[in-house]
């Protein structure tokens, strides 16, 4: 009989990361999910028969600790990461900037430095990058987001050179307008009228649930397929810049 996978997934309290918990759990993983809020993760473990940890991936020693006893590792998603207001370059808060870094790029790296000897133990990991179309063109307000999607594809991109020729694959998925859990509404400090104007007229922005089908796909392709860059957007949505409102 075969052992059963198991797949963390970072930021999984709500949005995406909850999706996709409950995709991969339907897929056939044991999913351990982590985020801070420790109420919805073990709501959510307990209705998909997963196992919740309570974890700040920006606090590296709370990272090397759930990495100590977590066990085995097939799959990491790194999902958990957000943005913070939608100043100018000019005007923007470096406090803001700070934590969307520390969430977004090294959120990124301590979990994938503290999982990688789990990954290879299994002889087929798989690292999965949560990115977004901010990581690969500007746009107005969004500096200090651009900047951390950014930083956190290069991650992927320089990882999966770093590890040519080792059994772990190395995934970028990088999502457009997505209409989740309390995103817009967390950027714009709990606006929640600014935050539904960024989907004012689009008939069908994505959902959380179009992006875990997307990592849930990516991530049971046959072990030599690698999906390096999977760009995912609206119908209505051309690029960063151009989108169709009714």
């Not at 990461?81 to 700070?98: N, R, Y």
């Not at 689009?202 to 030599?224: C, G, K, Q, Y």
Request: a negative charge.
């Amino acid at each position: 009989m075969t052992e059963q996978k198991v797949a963390v997934v970072t930021g999984a309290s709500s949005g995406i990361g909850a999706a996709t918990a409950r995709r991969l759990a339907a897929e056939g993983f044991d999913v351990v999910l982590t985020a801070r809020r420790t109420d919805r993760i073990e709501a959510l473990a307990k209705e998909i028969g997963g196992r919740a940890h309570t974890l700040d991936v920006t606090d590296r020693a709370a990272v090397d600790a759930f990495a100590a006893r977590v066990g085995r590792v097939d799959v990491l998603v790194n999902n958990a990461g957000g943005a913070i207001g939608a100043e100018s370059v000019a005007t923007g808060d470096p406090a803001d900037w700070l934590a969307m870094y520390q969430v977004n790029v090294l959120g990124v790296l301590h979990m994938t430095q503290a999982l990688l000897p789990a990954l290879r133990a299994g002889g087929d990991g798989t690292v999965l990058v949560l990115s977004s179309t901010a990581a690969l063109a500007a746009y107005e307000g969004g500096g200090g987001y651009v900047a951390a999607k950014h930083a956190a594809h290069t991650i992927a991109a320089t990882l999966r050179l770093e590890l040519c020729g080792e059994p772990i694959r190395v995934i970028e998925i990088a999502p457009g307008m997505v209409k989740s859990e309390g995103f817009a509404v967390t950027r714009f400090r709990g606006d929640e009228e600014r935050a539904a104007a960024v989907y004012a007229g689009m008939a069908e922005p994505l959902t959380s649930e179009d992006i875990a089908d997307t990592v849930a796909w990516a991530v049971t392709r046959p072990s030599h397929v690698n999906i390096d860059l999977l760009v995912v957007r609206p119908r209505a949505q051309a690029a960063n810049h151009k989108v169709h409102r009714a």
